[in-house]
C-alpha cells in the first residue's frame, strides 16, 4: 500500500515522512481545497529525502472551469514543478457542462513530460463518472484522487469500488478524504485499492506569546494561533492499520 500525505506547510511534509508516507501532495491553501504551493515551499519540500512529491496545479479555489490565462499558469507551474524535481503533478479541469476538459487536460499532461500524472478531485464534480474514468485513462493519467463523488471515501465506497473494477488495472483509483487510522484498512479492503490518501492532520497551537484577540486574517471568527499541521503520530498509525 502506497499513503499519500496531503500537505500544506514544509512541517506537514517532514511529519509526513516522519511517520512513514511513501508520498506527499504538496498544496498551499488546504481551507480551499488546496492551491499550488509556491515555488519557494516546493524548493524545501524536495529537500527532505525518503519521500516522493506529487505538486497541486490548480491556480484558485472554486470551480474547475478554466480560462485561457489560468491554463498558462497552470502549464507555467507545471514546468516549475518539474525544474525543481518533483516526481508528479496532480491536475484535473472540466467543462461547462461537467465533463473531462480533454483539450485543456491533454496541455497539461504534455507539459508533464514524464512525470507521474494525477487527476484530482474535479473528477467527483463530473456529471458522469463512467465517461470521465474513460476519458482520464485516455490522457494518460497514473491515477485518480476520488472520494467516489461522495463529500468522503467512507461514504463513496460503492463508487469506489465500481470504477476500481471499472478501470481494471488501466489506472490507480486512490480513495481520499475523510480517510483516517479507523477507517483506511476497511476502504482499502473494500476497494481493492493499492494507494490511499489521507492529511492526517491534529491542531496544534502556535507559540506566539503576544496574540491579538480582535483581529483575524481571514474567516470571522477564525483562530489564528490554533496550527493544523500532519500529524507524524497519525501518520503511523494509518500505515500500522493498513499492514
Not at 158 to 181: D, F, T
Not at 206 to 227: I, Q
Amino acid at each position: 500500500m502506497i499513503l499519500e500525505i496531503c500537505t500544506g506547510s514544509i512541517e506537514s511534509v517532514i511529519a509526513a515522512q516522519k511517520g512513514g508516507a511513501q508520498r506527499v501532495e504538496l498544496c498551499a491553501a488546504l481551507s480551499e481545497g488546496g492551491v499550488t504551493p509556491s515555488l519557494g515551499l516546493m524548493r524545501e519540500a524536495r529537500k527532505v529525502q525518503g519521500i516522493k512529491m506529487n505538486v497541486l496545479i490548480r491556480p484558485r479555489g472554486g470551480d474547475f472551469l478554466y480560462t485561457e490565462e489560468e491554463v498558462r499558469i497552470m502549464v507555467a507551474d507545471i514546468l516549475a514543478a518539474g525544474d525543481i524535481g518533483a516526481d508528479g503533478v496532480v491536475i484535473g479541469a472540466l467543462t461547462k457542462d461537467g465533463d473531462v476538459d480533454m483539450d485543456i487536460c491533454r496541455r497539461l499532461v504534455a507539459a508533464a513530460g514524464g512525470m507521474s500524472v494525477t487527476f484530482h478531485r474535479a473528477f467527483d464534480m463530473a456529471r458522469d463518472a463512467d465517461k470521465a474514468l474513460e476519458d482520464v485513462i485516455s490522457l494518460g493519467c497514473d491515477r485518480i484522487l476520488t472520494s467516489g463523488l461522495k463529500p468522503t471515501a467512507e461514504q463513496g465506497m460503492s463508487m469506489l469500488k465500481h470504477l476500481a473494477e471499472r478501470a481494471n488495472g488501466r489506472i490507480s483509483i486512490m480513495p481520499g478524504s475523510g480517510v483516517s487510522p479507523q477507517n483506511a484498512a476497511m476502504i482499502c479492503g473494500f476497494v481493492g485499492n493499492t494507494e490511499i490518501h489521507a492529511s492526517a492532520r491534529s491542531s496544534r497551537q502556535s507559540m506566539m506569546v503576544y496574540r491579538n484577540p480582535t483581529v483575524t486574517m481571514g474567516a470571522k471568527d477564525a483562530d489564528e494561533y490554533a496550527l493544523k499541521e500532519t500529524d507524524p503520530a497519525i501518520v503511523a498509525e494509518i500505515i500500522k492499520a493498513l499492514r
